[in-house]
């Protein structure tokens, strides 16, 4: 099956790129004429099909608008359906590593900052390329947020 092109996604949809949202230019296959929903992955991010092919609604924004496909793309505000324009940029795969949230585990308030109790002192450290940088080990948490905060400034 042949790649899309950005003028045939332009001829089935319409997109607003001050709102993030899609709407079916015509009625098609089970889709009627109107806004598109999407389909949510389970992880937050909106996907739609096309020519029995599932496009993520990010992509397909950075594509109409662009004309061309991502390698890889960021919602700056964190926010995965939140797909406007202005909130979509490109970035590295580390890039986007960096601009992820608190893990649910977190007990510290910050990433990259933990409690070693064994030591009774805070830790930083980074995770990077599939393995844990470890920055140091402090005294209090707001040294240990510091330091991590001046890694990643270095990154």
């Known amino acids: 099956m042949a790649e899309i092109t950005q003028s045939y996604v332009k001829e089935l949809l319409n ?11 015509q009625r098609r296959g089970g889709a009627k004429e109107g806004p598109v929903k999407g389909c ?39 926010d995965k359906s939140d797909n406007r324009i202005f909130n ?5 795969r580390r890039q986007n590593n960096f601009n992820t949230g608190l893990r649910k585990d977190n007990t510290s308030g910050h990433k990259g900052v933990c409690w070693y109790p064994q030591n009774r002192k805070w830790c930083a450290r980074s995770f990077m390329n599939g393995r844990y ?23």
Not at 41 to 56: H, V
Not at 88 to 92: D, G, N, P, W, Y
């Open 15 to 25: 997109y607003d790129p001050d709102t993030g949202l899609f709407a079916w230019r």
């Open 40 to 78: 949510d992955n389970g992880k937050g991010y909106l996907s739609l099909q096309i020519n029995r092919k599932r496009y993520y609604l990010h992509r397909l924004a950075w594509f109409y608008t662009h004309g061309q496909w991502p390698s890889e793309l960021d919602h700056i505000n964190r």
């Open 88 to 92: 979509l940029r490109i970035v590295s």
């Open 133 to 155: 940088i470890h920055i140091g080990i402090y005294e209090t948490k707001e040294a240990a947020i510091l330091a991590r905060e001046q890694y990643e400034a270095a990154q």
